[in-house]
Structures are given as C-alpha cells and as structure tokens.
C-alpha cells in the first residue's frame, strides 16, 4: 500500500533560522512527490515537485526540498524561516502510476509556527 | 487558490438535509476530485472525475454523491446518509494523465451540520 508519513504534528522555529518539515514515503514503484502549504481556512498551493534527475528541487516562496531515495525521504526546508511562513504543509506522493488516475497521497499535515 | 472557485464559503445546515457544495474552475483540466479534511487527518479522497459523465468512488464515498455534467463544474451532494458530514471540503483539478501533474485547489467549504 502507498502512504505518506509526517512524523511531526508541530515544528516551532524562530525567524531567521533554518527550518525542516519531514516528509518519508512508502510507494510500489517510482515516486512523483510534492509538497503544498495551507493557510488557515484556505485551499491548498503547490509549492515545489520531484518528477526525477536532482534530488534538490527549488520552489515557491523560497522553500526546497530534497529527495533522498535510500531513506525514502523527501523534507522540505527553507535557509531563513518567516513568520509569514506558518501555515499548514502537507507532503503527497503518486507514484508513476500502472493506471491512468493521478491520485494523491497526502500526509497527515505538519504545523509550522515561525515566532519573531 | 488558481483558477478553481467553491461555493458557498460556509454552510451550515440541518442533520437529515441533503446539501450540495458547488465546485467551477476554468483551467480546462479533464480532472476534477473532491476531498474531505477533518483534524489530525490529512485529506481524504470523496469522489474522482476523469471526464466529463464519469467519475469513481474514492476512499470514502459512503453518504455522498457527485455528477460531471460539464468539464468545468463537479458539484458535490452530500446526503443525510453521510453520519459525519461536519468538516472541511476541497476541490481540486488537475490535468489528465500519467505524469507528475500537480492537483490545483479551491478554497474549500466549511460545512458544519447540527
């Protein structure tokens, strides 16, 4: 079965530093992985996307992500955390799929609260 | 919130009403999904639509039901066989196909039902 882990409800960082949301992954096959953000009361925005090639991916806002294939792991982090940062991220993987049905595995969402 | 609208922001309602939650967007795409979040859970998959006059249960379809009439529009019904139905709904579209397509969201529906 396929399934997405974020193993922290809650990550407390303090603005200017360095911050990382875990993400591991379970997946039949090869993963397409992606990470989204949620601002209270809002749909979701795609940040940033591995397909394959780099495991360091660039996205939106300032944020990356790397791909770690050995420790099936796919964290996303940002050198100088913003309070405007805190929101709700959540990590999905869909793997290059036998069917034609682009479903998503979402985690369960991770918390980030980014304090002056 | 891209080009993807819902409809209305809030709802409240009755239990053992039916309620239908509205979902348009623009973007052309062939797909369109409906997803419940609740607390803790992450999303959970309602319904799936592929093309226009077909679409597939998802995870938990148990209480609720969708039509595709149009390539823009996938309302949402969710019945009062649907024992929980307090929670946050998302829609989301993407394009159709085998690649690394990202799902584009609404900005969801917050039923609460007393």
């Known amino acids: 079965a396929q399934s997405v882990a974020q193993p922290e409800d809650q990550v407390n960082v303090a603005e200017g530093n360095p911050l990382t949301v875990k993400c591991t992954y379970s997946?039949?096959?090869?993963?397409?992985l992606f990470w989204y953000v949620q601002y209270p009361n809002r749909g979701l925005q795609f940040l940033l996307k591995y397909i394959t090639g780099d495991n360091l991916v660039k996205g939106s806002y300032g944020f990356e992500a790397e791909f770690n294939k050995s420790q099936t792991s796919f964290h996303l982090k940002k050198p100088s955390a913003l309070v405007s940062d805190s929101a709700l991220y959540f990590c999905a993987v869909r793997v290059q799929p036998l069917y034609n049905f682009n479903k998503f595995y979402f985690g369960s969402g991770t918390k980030l609260n980014v304090k002056p | 919130d891209g080009g993807i609208t819902q409809s209305p922001k809030y709802l409240f309602r009755k239990e053992g009403q039916n309620v239908t939650l509205s979902c348009e967007q623009n973007l052309n795409h062939d797909a369109m999904y409906w997803y419940r979040q609740d607390p803790g859970q992450g999303l959970r998959l309602i319904y799936y639509?592929?093309?226009?006059?077909?679409?597939q249960k998802g995870d938990i379809a148990e209480g609720y039901s969708v039509s595709r009439e149009k390539k823009e529009s996938f309302p949402l019904t969710v019945t009062s066989a649907q024992k929980n139905p307090t929670a946050f709904y998302l829609c989301?579209?993407?394009?159709?196909?085998?690649?690394?397509?990202?799902?584009?969201f609404g900005p969801g529906t917050r039923l609460t039902v007393t």
């Open positions: 639509s592929q093309i226009v006059n077909d679409f």
């Open positions: 989301a579209s993407s394009v159709e196909g085998t690649g690394a397509y990202e799902q584009y």
């Open positions: 997946v039949s096959g090869n993963p397409y």
